[in-house]
């Protein structure tokens, strides 16, 4: 019994808190060292090229043939290999990545005389236009323009019977798509400006 109670005050003291502060408090445990901030980290040995999956087996004679055909061929038939097997493997043209409106630095384009390419503004901010909508539905658009644009029932009824007619401005693309799916339900035709 006198070892279970020693062994019980050992554990409280290992540990105990200390408040270091009015909301935080430390453990400490008596095991802990810290690190020697003197001390130079470690260095490891890396191999000279990183493989992230692990190490391969050697190619196939099949392979080894493969690629030593495509050696031997000419340029221009090397430049017809990726095309053909792309259709043949049934893989999806790549999609060229714009680089309008980025700076390349000196990389892009010819030297300072180069005349600047207008820049293209996204845009970003959208006006949704109410164009016409079914007359059985006329009370559910309604009750749709109301929601999104919290004016009373008059004034709604008198906006959606001046189709076409923009009924919210300055909405972002995302907000205009919800806008439009929720007038098409109720039996809209509405788009984005």
Do not use: C, W
């Not at 445990?29 to 190490?55: I, R, T």
């Not at 714009?98 to 630095?105: I, K, N, T």
């Amino acid at each position: 019994m006198k070892s279970f109670t020693l062994l019980r005050s050992i554990r409280i003291r290992a540990t105990q808190r200390e408040i270091t502060g009015p909301l935080q408090s430390r453990f400490f445990q008596p095991d802990f060292v810290p690190a020697d901030p003197k001390a130079n980290p470690k260095k490891y040995k890396l191999p000279p090229s990183y493989d992230p999956y692990g190490p391969r087996p050697p190619p196939s004679g099949k392979i080894i043939q493969l690629a030593e055909k495509i050696a031997a061929l000419s340029p221009e038939e090397r430049m017809q290999i990726g095309p053909t097997l792309r259709e043949r493997l049934s893989h999806p043209l790549m999609q060229s990545v714009s680089v309008d409106g980025v700076d390349l630095g000196a990389q892009g384009g010819s030297g300072a005389g180069a005349a600047k390419t207008e820049e293209k503004v996204e845009k970003t901010v959208f006006d949704i236009k109410l164009e016409k909508f079914d007359a059985a539905a006329k009370i559910k658009v309604i009750k749709e323009v109301r929601a999104f644009t919290s004016l009373g029932l008059k004034e709604a009824k008198d906006m959606v019977e001046k189709v076409p007619v923009l009924v919210k401005q300055g909405v972002t693309k995302e907000e205009a798509n919800e806008i439009i799916e929720k007038i098409k339900a109720a039996g809209g035709v509405a788009v984005m400006e």
